[in-house]
């Protein structure tokens, strides 16, 4: 099973600032995805990066994929209440998804 | 998109009794199903594998008879913790891989299940 590391583990923030988010691991993938979780709900995709060196823009969040396929990152831009939420990476281990720890982020007005 | 369901959302019971959870596609077959387990401020953990008419695959220190898990058709399967303990309450999510058509090999995530066994 690929350990997926995810930094930091809590992030809490003011309303309008910036903030990065990092899923590493010693493994290569060939694809990996994030997800964010509100409290009392399943997980819900984000983005699914599959090539490497790729840069993907959902609105105000940007996930890269490393060249070397063995890392990612999600950044969001003038993050927003609304993005308070645990956000998770997960990588294939067969048919079923490998979490990492998640990134528990809490953005307050 | 794609909607798996849950059944109950939320269930209390006594310790020692039994609770069945079900997990359903609403609107694709679903190859392959799976269960994962998450504990307050935990990620999800997965707990089992299970396809359509064959046994279950669960993960190492899952026990396999403490958690009965049937997949009886393309678009049900159900988890059943059997004589619940105080130690078995957490958040239970499934979540279904779409089979056929543009869906295939995609995994969606049914809203989770809280049991609190007192």
């Known amino acids: 099973t690929q350990l997926l590391e995810q930094s930091p583990q809590f992030l809490s923030i003011q309303e309008g600032e910036n903030l990065t988010v990092y899923c590493n691991s010693s493994s290569v993938f060939s694809s990996l995805q994030w997800y964010r979780q509100e409290p009392g709900e399943g997980?819900?995709?984000?983005?699914?990066?599959?090539?490497?060196?790729?840069?993907?823009k959902l609105k105000?969040?940007?996930?890269?994929?490393?060249?070397?396929?063995?890392?990612?990152?999600?950044?969001?831009?003038?993050?927003?209440?609304?993005d308070t939420g645990l956000y998770l990476?997960?990588?294939?281990?067969?048919y079923a998804l490998n979490f990492g720890k998640g990134t528990s982020l809490l953005v307050t007005p | 998109g794609a909607v798996v369901s849950q059944h109950p959302s939320w269930v209390i019971c006594k310790s020692g009794t039994s609770v069945k959870i079900e997990c359903r596609s609403l609107d694709f077959q679903a190859t392959t199903m799976f269960w994962y387990r998450q504990f307050?401020?935990?990620?999800?953990?997965?707990?089992?594998?299970?396809?359509?008419?064959?046994?279950?695959?669960y993960e190492q220190g899952v026990e396999k008879d403490k958690f009965l898990i049937n997949h009886a058709s393309l678009t049900l399967s159900t988890l059943t913790v059997t004589s619940a303990h105080p130690e078995d309450s957490s958040f239970y999510i499934c979540s279904a891989r779409a089979r056929g058509g543009a869906r295939t090999d995609?995994?969606?995530?049914?809203?989770?299940?809280?049991?609190?066994?007192?």
């Open chain 1, 43 to 56: 997980p819900v995709l984000l983005v699914t990066v599959v090539t490497g060196g790729e840069v993907k």
């Open chain 1, 60 to 82: 105000r969040l940007t996930f890269q994929f490393g060249d070397a396929r063995k890392d990612s990152s999600l950044h969001i831009t003038a993050a927003q209440p609304g």
């Open chain 1, 89 to 94: 990476c997960a990588a294939n281990s067969g």
């Open chain 2, 40 to 57: 307050p401020k935990q990620s999800l953990m997965l707990m089992a594998t299970s396809n359509e008419g064959s046994k279950a695959t």
């Open chain 2, 106 to 118: 995609t995994q969606y995530f049914g809203p989770g299940t809280r049991l609190t066994v007192l």
